[in-house]
């Protein structure tokens, strides 16, 4: 039986703060942004609980609705829309009554009772050449279906993203069950307790355990680290590392961008989970990247050092991640070189910072990346392609690194 979590709702954790955070903050140029296509939009909250917390503070449907209102009342496309929809299966009733005063006739949410992946098709399938935005904050990774995922991959939507909140320490914690192994002695695997699910995974040794573990995580890998933690070949925060990168793998083989951030609750040095980013162009990754990358800042600086700052924030030369890594400008320099290796010719900006996100993660600042092609082009490395070429009434040569408002900005490799 699942445990009593009747109390779940009573309070917003700093956990919970975090991914509301990041969700509110990138909705709004999400949503300005999508508009300017003339597709229609449907977001999907599909596990969007009561709503609003018992201590009055707003939960994601809320947020969401705020956002929407203040991108509807500002947008100057024609005939802008954008349709909401909230999924639960144990607070639709509480959810409906704490959404009353949002929305009006043309644009009330659509609230439907069940599970997430019972309904999720239904709710879809009519929705093709619509923007589609999927968050999914499960009660138990037991609802992260890969199958799901591959049947998303296979609807014709003009756009779909899906922001995930994975629960990784969780997940690696459950295959140890399974496989029978102690992960008792391991700090990353026994310090969750303040990261609680609604609804956690009832697993076992039995097969059925180990067939519900592979279609989570699309795959057996998780196996073989569990076996390599049992010989101690790697620690409980190795195997999560790792086990994340395979499963952004797993979703790199449908979807051709995937970002994900380690969120570190307390000043732990540590990760407790990560929230996956997933979407199939430039522009939605690299949105959200530089979202990531801001809310990082923040969540350093107000949760994880409360507020105090480190001799670190004040060299622009090394950036410090959610997960307490440090990065250096020659880090980002190493590896930019290393990752130009994959273009013979030429390629926009925004493709190359997707990518680059996509294959080392969110490593230094936008600023930092930028910096780091600035000096490839000084060595000679590469050569940087601006248009328009000069400033306006100045004719000053253009030094811009962003693509946006006609502006594009081309990186050309020189050296083989």
């Avoid at 439907?112 to 399938?125: A, N, P, R």
């Avoid at 090394?318 to 880090?331: N, P």
């Avoid at 230094?364 to 940087?384: H, S």
Wanted: aromatic residues 12%; contains cysteine; proline residues 3%.
């Amino acid at each position: 039986m699942p445990k009593d979590n009747r109390n779940f709702f009573a309070k917003k954790k700093d956990w919970s703060e975090i991914k509301d955070t990041l969700l509110g903050a990138y909705l709004k140029p999400y949503f300005q942004k999508i508009l300017t296509t003339k597709h229609p939009v449907f977001y999907v909250d599909c596990f969007s609980g009561k709503g609003r917390f018992d201590d009055g503070k707003p939960g994601s449907p809320i947020i969401a609705l705020n956002v929407r209102k203040e991108c509807m009342a500002s947008t100057k496309s024609e005939n802008a829309s954008i349709d909401m929809c909230f999924i639960d299966l144990n607070y639709a009733l509480e959810l409906e009554k704490n959404l009353r005063d949002y929305g009006d006739f043309r644009w009330k949410p659509i609230i439907v009772s069940g599970k997430y992946e019972e309904k999720i098709i239904k709710v879809l399938e009519n929705k093709r050449n619509y923007n589609v935005f999927l968050y999914i904050d499960p009660y138990g990774i037991q609802a992260l279906d890969s199958e799901l995922f591959d049947r998303f991959s296979m609807f014709a939507f003009a756009s779909f993203e899906m922001l995930i909140n994975f629960n990784s320490f969780g997940f690696f914690r459950e295959a140890c069950r399974v496989l029978k192994v102690d992960y008792t002695k391991d700090a990353a695997l026994t310090d969750l307790d303040d990261l609680i699910e609604y609804s956690p995974i009832q697993v076992d040794s039995s097969q059925k355990s180990v067939e519900l573990l592979n279609k989570i995580a699309d795959g057996t890998y998780w196996q073989d680290i569990v076996n390599d933690f049992n010989a101690g070949k790697i620690d409980g925060y190795q195997a999560e590392e790792r086990l994340s990168a395979c499963y952004k793998q797993q979703l790199q083989k449908r979807y051709t961008y995937v970002l994900d951030m380690p969120i570190q609750i307390k000043k732990t040095n540590h990760p407790k989970y990560r929230l996956i980013h997933v979407c199939n162009h430039e522009d939605g990754c690299l949105l959200m990247a530089q979202n990531m990358l801001k809310r990082t800042d923040e969540l350093v600086l107000n949760i994880q050092r409360e507020g105090q700052m480190s001799i670190f924030d004040f060299m622009s030369d090394v950036s410090t991640d959610s997960s307490g890594k440090q990065t250096t400008i020659y880090d980002v320099k190493k590896k930019m070189c290393s990752y130009l290796q994959n273009y013979k010719g030429e390629v926009h900006l925004n493709k190359l910072l997707a990518e680059f996100y996509g294959k080392y993660g969110l490593i230094g600042y936008i600023n930092m990346v930028n910096d780091a092609l600035k000096e490839l082009e000084t060595d000679g490395f590469i050569q940087i392609c601006r248009q328009p070429q000069f400033t306006g009434k100045t004719r000053q040569p253009s030094r811009f690194m962003e693509e946006k408002g006609g502006r594009s900005v081309i990186i050309r490799r020189l050296q083989s």
